[in-house]
T-cell receptor
């Protein structure tokens, strides 16, 4: 298996633009997590899905952030409109059933200028 | 939000020495996990210890858990330059499947 796949690896966008981050979890995993990593705040959970259903989105910072998981093999995290303070590395992770060992993607480094 | 703190924030040792990192947390947990992150990469799972376990070993890694003190430690023995990375503890809190991560320890192993 190729592991958790995220795209793009790097994204530079202007303030006010829409940004979409993508994630393909490991096949057979039924939970998917979006984390954000910054120097100031460390690793923060944004949202997680179980069997494609959002379970906890309390970490989503504002209404500008939204996440979807239309099927078991794909998820998106969208920021609209983006702001410079959204600059961070965004990680997607997945876990298999009955196991909380998380497998992380390589992350998307987002820079909003 | 951050579950707890790790100390030290940064650690520099010579190759062959042991490295010990500590983690504190605040809630009731099902298990505690340690992850490693190389610069510019994603996190990689190292070891998991359940709340009813006190110590666990995996290769050169030794993890302890003290639920009464809500703390854990990770010991890396006979360190190598390739162990240079950031190390994070993460807790699976009771009733919540998602992991909550600590602030991390940056380990530098000098060859």
């Amino acid at each position: 298996d190729a592991g958790v796949i995220q795209s793009p690896r790097h994204e530079v966008t202007e303030m006010g633009q829409e940004v979409t981050l993508r994630c393909k979890p490991i096949s057979g995993h039924n939970s998917l997590f979006w984390y954000r990593q910054t120097m100031m705040r460390g690793l923060e959970l944004l949202i997680y899905f179980n069997n494609n259903v959002p379970i906890d989105d309390s970490g989503m910072p504002e209404d500008r952030f939204s996440a979807k998981m239309p099927n078991a093999s794909f998820s998106t995290l969208k920021i609209q409109p983006s702001e410079p303070r959204d600059s961070a590395v965004y990680f997607c992770a997945s876990t298999p059933p009955r196991n909380t060992e998380a497998f992380f993607g390589q992350g998307t480094r987002l820079t909003v200028v | 939000s951050q579950q707890g703190e790790e100390d030290p924030q940064a650690l520099s040792i010579q190759e062959g020495e042991n490295a010990t990192m500590n983690c504190s947390y605040k809630t009731s947990i099902n298990n505690l996990q340690w992850y490693r992150q190389n610069s510019g990469r994603g996190l990689v799972h190292l070891i998991l210890i359940r709340s009813n376990e006190r110590e666990k070993h995996s290769g050169r890694l030794r993890v302890t858990l003290d639920t009464s003190k809500k703390s854990s430690s990770l010991l890396i023995t006979a360190s190598r330059a390739a162990d240079t990375a950031s190390y994070f503890c993460a807790t699976e809190d009771t009733g919540r499947r998602a992991l909550t991560f600590g602030s991390g320890t940056r380990l530098q192993v000098q060859p």
